[in-house]
């Protein structure tokens, strides 16, 4: 690639030099790269967040980009470094679940543990490994060294458990909120192709004490200020609510469950 | 253009992955294309301060810079994605008046609807026109496309009225806010230039229950905490506050009136 | 260099036009330039956390990278626009110590006044000296120019008193805090090279109401919210708690004052 992409996702944020000296580690070893910021604003240790974030967006970006990915409760601890591999994309992260989304997505996923210092920052710091690992691997990775120089494959990377809503009786299923974005918009993990029926079918969706009993093709079409369900562009349903935030309205967090029944 | 520039204005914040995957579309499509951030911290749907965000900053770019703008309330409904083309410069927005404050500053601005649905990426989503319409039109422009080939001209883009101050008796001007800065300095809609007279005669700016009488040079020559009146670099008078914040002190949001009257 | 770093440092924030109005420019002069966000989070005029964070980030950018520092409650004042040269490094920033750290650590710096003003964008207005002055320089070196034609050289840059603790008496040291990161570790400005013999005598240090007596190792060396010393990877002191967070229990902010007393 003459113009390799590499993606960041962090929750280093964006009032520290952290995300910055790890760019500048990065042009020192591939100047041509294209530094994409993903979003650095992911809640501190938040690796749910973070793996959807990067399953929302990943393919988006051309073929060949380098996703950098530095959300690492356990940096310091012994948890591996990794590199995955699909569709000719390339991800760079802690083994510690977040690229769960992406490895359920995909057919082949090849994984390496990083295990070739040669390539890391010297000395190596206790406490940043995006600055010291992660960063100057991703920038020899867009600079063309191939993967298989890095490590070794393994079969066993940290999936972790993001829900699909879960069954609790013929017509009532148990769901969760993958995400809540800042216009209020409340992203549930019912998939929208698994739920299409839902449009055509009386339900009743239960989110604390507010009901949602209709999905409908777009923002426009529903009243002010009513909760309706939407096929979000996340590939997820998402409740919404016209020019206002569905999230106020609901008093909703992450972890305020979900319940939908049919009728 | 060799290095291609597009500048990037929305209210999309910087927690989601939405400002990242557009940039990822457009690079798939342009790889060589300078991404630069004007702000994603418009507020939701705020229309005006995205216009006055875009007239302060656009003439600073190079010439041949596509300034992608997606402020976009009515996404979904049946407002037309336009593309204007003034003094080199291009601007790929929704038609909603955000180009209002370009369409004012310049003489000839060519205006087209964006219909050429194949450079569209598909499917188009409902909710991220966004990912799917601006930002591909945007990058094959930057690309080189002619903008002819995106759609035919119109002559009726929608213009906001985006308020000069209205004069209510012979002495008696109200005018609005524009901005406030993070200084808590205070973009009134006063043009600088109209209003360069202050500086030489008696007035009184009246914001809340606080008086302005004095028009200064620059910071420095202001009392620490005195109110005064200075010709922002954005154009417009400026109600600021020697090493302090204007808005604090006043008190006044983006809705707060002004009132001048000459003595 | 064929892809020329340019680094960005201000207090502007993200929800403003004016760091990417800067940037607007320094495309029109050098298209081809890398422009890095270090932060633009600054706390507003503080000069000191600029400094902080310059200092802790600039050695890992490559060598003719281009460091541009607007934090610059001066502007408009006759503080000098300066440009500084270093280990293959630029700085571009107004004279008011914010480079203090930069000197403080390198050996030979060579410091110049900026006073050509054929490189400056004109007008050149009386509050944006970001976009008219210290952008189009750094674009201009960024490109290729040879410092010496900014300006002549000067040997009483403004160097701040936030650097080093003030000796107050033959035992007594008065400090400050440079940074507190989200974890709560306060980051004081007693260089942990110059100080390392605290860990080996009494000592009482004071911040608040509160006394910290020990330098330890490590963090698990210390008992639970004890406030204990430690040499940080930021390469001074810094007072942190095991398992809890030094700034909350101290309530301290960057402006709370430290006293070391070596008994």
Redesign the interface.
């Known amino acids: ?3 390799p ?1 590499i ?1 960041l996702l962090t929750d280093f ?5 952290y ?3 790890m ?3 990065m ?2 070893i591939c ?2 790269a ?9 809640p ?1 240790y938040a690796i749910a967040e973070a793996a959807f ?2 399953a ?3 393919r ?3 073929k060949g ?1 380098v996703h950098l990915i530095v959300v690492d409760p356990g940096v310091g601890s012994s948890r591996r470094p990794i590199i995955a591999e699909a569709e000719g994309h390339r991800f760079v992260a802690p083994d510690n679940g977040v690229l769960t989304m992406v490895f359920d997505k995909v057919k082949n996923c090849s994984v390496r543990e990083i295990t070739a210092s040669g390539f890391f920052r010297k000395p190596v ?4 490994h995006g ?1 010291d690992i992660f960063a100057p691997v991703a920038a020899h990775l867009a600079r063309g060294i191939a993967p298989a120089r890095l490590g070794k494959r393994i079969q066993d990377p940290v999936r972790a458990g993001f829900a699909r809503p879960v069954q609790k009786a013929p017509n009532h299923w148990s769901g969760s909120i993958l ?1 809540v ?3 209020g918009n409340i992203v549930t993990n019912f998939v929208s192709e698994t739920w299409r029926h839902l449009a055509a079918r009386p339900f009743r969706m239960k989110i604390n004490r507010h009901f949602i009993s209709r999905v409908t ?4 079409s529903a009243k002010p200020n009513e909760l309706f369900l ?4 996340s590939g997820y349903l998402e409740i919404s609510a016209r ?1 206002s935030s569905a999230r106020d309205q609901t008093r909703c967090s992450v972890q305020t469950p979900i319940d939908l029944l049919l009728l």
Do not use: C
């Not at 294209?34 to 992911?42: A, G, P, R, V, Y």
């Not at 939407?230 to 562009?233: C, D, Q, R, Y």
């Open positions: 690639m003459k113009h992409v993606s944020g964006s009032s520290d030099h995300v910055g000296t760019k500048g580690v042009l020192g100047p041509t294209q530094l994409i910021d993903l979003t650095h604003e992911t501190a974030a990067l929302q967006a990943w988006y970006f051309p980009t710091s206790q406490t940043f600055r995400k974005d800042r216009f093709a777009n923002y426009a939407i096929e979000g562009s020019q």
